[in-house]
């Protein structure tokens, strides 16, 4: 399954759950996504060309995330770009999230494991606002 969590037509995630199958290739994300998201299933024996990438200038205006959630139980929180409160998600073990826009926080649910993957360079604190969690009693649990 894919989720995509939007607030006033502004992505802010996009979940893909640890069950999703697909045969083939999809691009959960546009070309023009500075952060590009996709899934692969391909047969044994399938052949991707060797390759490498071009030196391509390329500007970056917002930092984007992707985790990976190796193990545990993790809860999203989700607020807009004025840091109001949304809603939020619990991830999994083998889930995958792109943190895509707007504000996020996070609730360890149980001893957890995260991969992240972002765009660099890391520009310290110039990188992120940070803000004050939703109180326990405002959280909104979105059912996947």
């Known amino acids: 399954m894919v ?20 045969d083939g290739i ?7 996504s500075s952060q590009q998201l996709g899934y692969m299933n391909r047969p044994e024996g399938y052949e991707i060309a060797p ?16 985790l ?5 139980k993790v809860r999203v929180d989700f607020y807009d770009n004025n840091q109001n409160y949304i809603s939020s998600t619990v991830l999994l073990k083998g889930d995958v999230i792109l943190l895509a826009d707007g504000g ?6 149980e001893a957890s494991e995260m991969i992240e993957v972002k765009q660099g360079p890391y520009c310290g604190e110039r990188d992120k606002v940070r803000f004050d969690s939703a109180k326990e ?6 059912q996947s």
Request: glycine residues 4%; negative net charge.
């Open 3 to 22: 989720e995509r969590i939007a607030h006033n037509n502004l992505e802010l995630a996009i979940i893909i759950r640890s069950d999703f199958r697909k």
């Open 26 to 32: 999809e691009f959960f994300t546009d070309d023009n």
């Open 51 to 66: 390759h490498r990438h071009n030196l391509v200038a390329r500007e970056v205006h917002l930092t984007q995330e992707v």
């Open 68 to 72: 990976f959630i190796k193990s545990g």
């Open 104 to 109: 996020h926080g996070f609730k360890m649910l």
């Open 137 to 142: 009693e405002d959280i909104q649990l979105k």
